[in-house]
Structure formats: C-alpha cells, structure tokens
C-alpha cells in the first residue's frame, strides 16, 4: 500500500479490486469547515469508475493505547480507535482516508481527526520507488492542541526494501507558519508475519513564530496473523514543542494496538 506516508505507525490493508473478501497485506478529522468538501474530495478517489483488475482497495479497524504523530500525544495520551480506507490504482495513483475518535476523559468516545491523502508512485529500474503527494489533517479540540489543529503537507520520497527516506514541506503547520519535515525509515521482515521498524525523523521551522528544532523517533514490531495484526512501538520526541502547542505528554512512552482488516 502507498498511502499515508506521514500518518505515524499505521497498519495497512490491501487487496484486489473485485474480490469477495479483502486480504490482508503487511504494511504498517475534526469539525471544521472544510470537513464536508474533504470528505466529498475523499469519496471521489474511491469511486472513480469501475476499478481495474489491477487495483488494490483496502480497509482495516485499529485500536491503539495512544495517537503519537511524530512523537507526540494527539490524543492527550488516551486510547483511540481508528478506520483506515485505501486505494491504489494499477497506474500509480492512490489516495487514503482515516478517520479517529478517542476514549475522552469522563465523556466517553469523541471524534478526533480526519486525514486524507492522495500521491502517486512508480516504481524505478533501481528497484527504488519514487513517492510524492499531499496530506491533510484536522483534529478537534480532544487532541489537546492549543491553537492551530490542521495543517497540509507536500511530501516526495524514496523507498527500498529496506531503507526508506522522505521529505516535506508545509506552509501553516498546525498554525505555526512554513516547516519542512524529513523522516528516514528502516524496515525488515525476519519471518513472513513480523516486521521491525525504526524511523527518526525532524521537523525544522522555516516561518512564523517558531524556535527550536524538534526531532522524533520510534522502534516498532509488527506481527500479523491472517487479518489480525498485533502492534508494538516505543515513540520519543525531543526539541521544541511550539509546533504543536499541545498540552504536555511524556517524551517517550510505549504504543500498543491490535488491527482488524476488513
């Protein structure tokens, strides 16, 4: 699956268009006013006519012990539960959807973000895979953002079978103005079923009103079981916090979560 390049530590669900049953393949929102036209926009890349053979369309439900986004707390470190859309077109093309809600404190299960994305890759005579396109997030007032709580993003990339790298750049990242972001990703699979994962990653100011530089990184283990996949990461952020503004979470803590495809 291509799709959601920056939503941290997500599992992923593919499978050919067509099929009766989805098949699991092994890979890793808010109110606002623009929420209708993103959803509608969401809606028309998974029905752009009849999806060809070669097309990948995906579903899966995850639950997660907290929402880290590159290594910090968006959910005020609460547990979320989370339904993930994807589809990838024989000709490159993909788009995804994810949508949250967080078990709130006293206030039971609450909408908390919405993110939507769309690129398109290709793969090289390198063997390498060229990535590039856009995301948007929005979150509510449940992730303990202070002021800004969306932000667009242009990101292009290159990955491997093992090593992966990206950079992007955003013009109003959750209201602090101009950031670029990079993130250099290593992945490997001892057994069919397990997949480790360790990433770093930094988010540098360009604008506006922010300071210092803030970095990220996180150690994951994957283990998949036909549509059952079982998750494990440490997330770490350092640096900065204006970014974000976001009321504190620990700087390291451990992630738990357990995904269902669809």
């Given at each position: 699956?291509?799709?959601?390049?920056?939503?941290?530590?997500?599992?992923?669900?593919?499978?050919?268009?067509?099929?009766?049953?989805?098949?699991?393949?092994?890979?890793?929102?808010?109110?606002?006013?623009?929420?209708?036209?993103?959803?509608?926009?969401?809606?028309?890349?998974?029905?752009?006519?009849?999806?060809?053979?070669?097309?990948?369309?995906?579903?899966?439900?995850?639950?997660?012990?907290?929402?880290?986004?590159?290594?910090?707390?968006?959910?005020?470190?609460?547990?979320?539960?989370?339904?993930?859309?994807?589809?990838?077109?024989?000709?490159?093309?993909?788009?995804?959807?994810?949508?949250?809600?967080?078990?709130?404190?006293?206030?039971?299960?609450?909408?908390?973000?919405?993110?939507?994305?769309?690129?398109?890759?290709?793969?090289?005579k390198s063997g390498l895979t060229i990535d590039m396109g856009a995301v948007h997030s929005s979150y509510s007032a449940y992730s303990g953002l202070d002021s800004g709580r969306s932000y667009t993003e242009l990101y292009a990339g290159l990955r491997g079978k093992i090593v992966s790298a990206r950079v992007g750049v955003s013009p109003d990242y959750f209201g602090s103005g101009w950031t670029a972001?990079?993130?250099?990703?290593?992945?490997?699979?001892?057994?069919?079923?397990?997949?480790?994962?360790?990433?770093?990653?930094?988010?540098?100011?360009?604008?506006?009103?922010?300071?210092?530089?803030?970095?990220?990184?996180?150690?994951?283990?994957?283990?998949?079981?036909?549509?059952?996949?079982?998750?494990?990461?440490?997330?770490?952020?350092?640096?900065?916090?204006?970014?974000?503004?976001?009321?504190?979470?620990?700087?390291?803590?451990?992630?738990?979560?357990?995904?269902?495809?669809?």
């Open positions: 699956m291509h799709a959601r390049p920056w939503v941290e530590w997500r599992a992923g669900v593919t499978a050919p268009a067509g099929l009766p049953a989805l098949q699991a393949r092994s890979r890793a929102g808010s109110s606002s006013p623009g929420r209708a036209l993103r959803l509608t926009f969401a809606a028309s890349i998974f029905c752009i006519g009849a999806a060809p053979a070669e097309a990948q369309v995906g579903a899966a439900i995850s639950v997660f012990s907290d929402y880290r986004f590159r290594g910090n707390s968006l959910s005020e470190s609460r547990p979320v539960a989370i339904l993930d859309l994807s589809y990838d077109a024989s000709n490159g093309l993909y788009g995804a959807a994810s949508g949250s809600v967080v078990a709130a404190r006293g206030e039971g299960l609450r909408t908390l973000g919405l993110v939507l994305n769309a690129g398109y890759a290709k793969q090289l972001y990079s993130e250099v990703t290593g992945q490997l699979s001892p057994t069919r079923n397990l997949r480790l994962e360790a990433a770093v990653g930094t988010l540098v100011p360009l604008s506006g009103n922010q300071g210092e530089l803030e970095g990220n990184g996180r150690l994951g283990i994957d283990w998949r079981s036909g549509r059952v996949s079982l998750h494990a990461a440490i997330a770490a952020r350092g640096g900065g916090r204006n970014a974000y503004a976001a009321r504190r979470s620990s700087r390291a803590t451990a992630v738990l979560g357990v995904s269902y495809a669809l």
